[in-house]
């Protein structure tokens, strides 16, 4: 059963605007995320080389929103992480490319759970735990629902908070969570997208279909009519 806590509802646990300077934007999570993803999914190919990590920056699977950065722009954000202590770059004996690796589990203090659950939500935007367990899987195996409540949970609880349980939308069943890495750009694309599914928005929706259906309906009543007179006129020089 999961487990339910009282706290981060709501804005008020989110960081204070003192932090700001501590935010992320959407392209350093992508980076970092990818980075995280790959260090467990692929470790013989990890620390990653900058064109595998462009290419799993643009994967278009498991990626929500899809990007489509290049090298330059990746390179950018990397050496911007470099600078906040959250990517580290190695230079290989013999290598004849840079290599990257992130830093977040030490700059954080995050074991590999904590890590692969802030991961997901990084890698594919605000998702309910049922979610982030079964996409989880390669990152980081939870036994039981309540092995990831309790890492949701330090993430909720760490100052600034990491993650929010974000408050559930009407006809839903479960809340969703959401990182907070980039502020509450991910509550108010949340928001957004549940206003979009209220209840008032789908019958506003079903009531535009049940009108374009009408005039459909009446468009091919008249091309009807229109036929049978022309079949009639047809006859007259017969």
Not at 159 to 168: G, T
Request: aromatic share 6%; hydrophobic share 40%.
């Amino acid at each position: 059963m999961q487990t339910e806590n009282t706290h981060t509802d709501t804005p008020e646990n989110l960081p204070a605007e003192a932090d700001n300077a501590k935010l992320l934007d959407a392209f350093e999570i992508r980076v970092l995320a990818v980075l995280a993803e790959k260090e467990a999914t692929t470790p013989d190919n990890y620390p990653m080389s900058l064109n595998a990590l462009v290419n799993g920056c643009n994967q278009l699977s498991s990626r929500d929103p899809v990007m489509s950065l290049s090298e330059t722009a990746v390179l950018e954000l990397l050496d911007g992480l470099a600078h906040k202590k959250l990517v580290s770059v190695i230079n290989q004996a013999g290598a004849r490319v840079a290599k990257y690796e992130h830093r977040m589990r030490l700059k954080w203090m995050l074991e590999q759970d904590k890590l692969a659950a802030l991961t997901i939500l990084m890698l594919r935007g605000p998702q309910t735990a049922a979610e982030i367990r079964n996409r989880c899987g390669r990152l980081h195996e939870f036994a039981t629902a309540e092995e990831l409540e309790i890492s949701l949970t330090f993430l909720m609880d760490k100052y600034p908070p990491f993650v929010a349980r974000l408050p559930r939308t009407p006809g839903t069943k479960e809340s969703r969570y959401a990182h907070l890495l980039s502020g509450t750009e991910a509550l108010d694309h949340a928001e957004a997208a549940a206003a979009s599914r209220t209840p008032g928005a789908a019958t506003a929706q079903r009531d535009r279909v049940t009108t374009l259906e009408e005039e459909v309906a009446s468009l091919r009543e008249q091309l009807e009519r229109l036929t049978e007179q022309f079949e009639q006129f047809q006859k007259q020089f017969e």
